[in-house]
Nanobody, 114 residues
Framework: QVQLVESGGGLVQPGGSLRLSCAAP????????MGWYRQAPGKLRELVAV???????NYADSVKGRFTISRDNAKNTVYLQMNSLKPEDTAVYYCNARLTNMYWGQGTQVTVSS
């Protein structure tokens, strides 16, 4: 069973920042494209930020300029730095690893509220 272990969620005020982390097994981290998705109540799960080929990245339009995806190859960890958070960013955030199949983390709640 592949485990993607997320951490870093929580409650933050509008305009604040959070950093999410996702630790993956080494083989998965090296071979699979890593990324972040989110799902708000009553909505479909949506892409937030992902690594595509090599070090290229792709972001949802709603988070461009505010969120940054990065990785630490020595720690087999991918990060999502979220700045200038808005109430509409409230969701459960999921780490994702994809190749010909996909793996998901358990999700971490991010709540943006005053």
């Amino acid at each position: 069973q592949v485990q993607l272990v997320e951490s870093g969620g929580g409650l933050v005020q509008p305009g604040g920042s959070l950093r999410l982390s996702c630790a993956a097994p080494g083989t998965i981290f090296r071979l699979y494209a890593m990324g972040w998705y989110r799902q708000a109540p009553g909505k479909l799960r949506e892409l937030v930020a992902v690594f595509t080929s090599g070090s290229s990245t792709n972001y949802a339009d709603s988070v461009k300029g505010r969120f940054t995806i990065s990785r630490d190859n020595a720690k087999n960890t991918v990060y999502l730095q979220m700045n200038s958070l808005k109430p509409e960013d409230t969701a459960v955030y999921y780490c994702n690893a994809r190749l010909t199949n996909m793996y998901w983390g358990q999700g971490t709640q991010v709540t943006v509220s005053s």
